[in-house]
């Protein structure tokens, strides 16, 4: 059976220290290995700095633009792009221009 998800701005809840606004992804399922949510980063608005655990995760930029530091680079992340935080990678994701930062992210650990 196929499952879906999709984007739900009612369903936003403050995350990671109410720096970013999120909501879940994809249900448990024994078939995932990873976790997954959306993530909404708003003007004025920077992830907290964090370093990435045992496992790796994925964002996939849906609307809007965002600066990623990670080890000390800077990165434009935005639509169309695909972003990899493998294990240890120390970053934080600050809001650019006007429109909201929305992305899927996916996690997994070892």
Not at 31 to 46: D, E, H
Not at 70 to 94: C, K, L, M, N
Request: aromatic residues 10%.
């Amino acid at each position: 059976m196929l499952i879906k998800t999709s984007f739900d701005p009612a369903k936003l809840q403050a995350s990671h220290g109410g720096t970013i606004l999120a909501h879940g992804g994809l249900p448990t399922h024994p078939a995932l290995p990873f976790g997954s949510a959306f993530g909404v980063i708003r003007k004025g608005m920077a992830q907290e700095r964090m370093v990435q655990g045992e496992g790796g995760k994925i964002y996939v930029p849906i609307g809007g633009s965002a600066l990623i530091i990670a080890d000390g680079e800077s990165y434009t992340a935005q639509p169309g792009d695909v972003i990899f935080f493998p294990p240890g990678t120390d970053h934080e994701v600050r809001h650019t221009g006007e429109e909201d930062f929305r992305n899927f992210c996916l996690w997994w650990t070892r």
